[in-house]
């Protein structure tokens, strides 16, 4: 059973960017628990990554662009997680409404300090804000949005300002750029960390107090 202490925490896995477009995903794990956010149709949505008629991984890499679709049998699901495309089903499932309403994926949770988003296994708990501390919560979501564009890592220099929350680093240059790195969560490989680096939008934007 994974651990319950794991689900109701806050990891970091994105930002606004990387789910903007229609049936963008990005994955993680938290312990045992594989999570999924994605858009659907301009709507963005958390779930447990796994399908609810054989139990297979719905989406086996980090990130990408695709349906919400099962790679077992083929069903796909809506933003509420409720199976809408099941081939066959007149023969093999025979599913009417409510009976895809029951086999709806688990949802998860997603909430956003500015432009960064945060996923949890869980749907109930304290609150992103709540678990960051309003102090650091407001840092980071002023950072994000002064700090928009999106670049390749690069390595931080040792009297950058830094930064640390949940599995979220950042290191600052005052100014100049902003590194952001996710360690993989607890239970999750390295093909889940991320890195990368934001810039400021305009060339005379400063850093946020």
């Given amino acids: 059973m994974p651990d319950r202490t794991l689900e109701t925490r806050w990891f970091h896995l994105c930002t606004v960017d990387d789910l903007a477009n229609p049936n963008a995903f990005v994955t993680t794990r938290v312990g045992a628990v594989p999570l999924v956010a994605q ?3 301009g709507r963005v949505a958390a779930f447990r990554n796994v399908c609810t008629h054989r139990f297979a991984v719905i989406h086996g890499e980090p990130s990408g662009c ?44 997603l909430a956003y300090c500015g432009r960064l988003a945060f996923i949890r296994a869980a749907t109930e708990g304290a609150s992103l804000e709540e678990e960051l501390g309003t102090e650091i919560f407001a840092r980071l979501a002023a950072l994000s949005d002064a700090f928009p564009q999106h670049g390749d890592a690069v390595e931080p220099a040792g009297d950058w300002e830094r930064i640390e929350d ?14 952001l790195h996710s360690a993989a969560p607890p239970g999750a490989d390295d093909r889940f960390s991320r890195s990368f680096t934001t810039h400021p939008a305009t060339a005379d934007a400063e850093l946020p107090a």
């Fill in 39 to 41: 858009n659907i149709k």
């Fill in 66 to 109: 695709g349906p919400l679709r099962c790679p077992y049998h083929g069903w796909s699901f809506d933003a509420d997680g409720v199976p809408v495309g099941l081939p066959f089903n007149p023969t093999d499932f025979q599913l009417e409404a409510e009976g895809r309403r029951r086999l709806a994926l688990h949802p998860a949770s």
């Fill in 166 to 179: 949940a599995n979220l680093r950042v290191a600052l240059a005052p100014g100049r750029m902003a590194v």
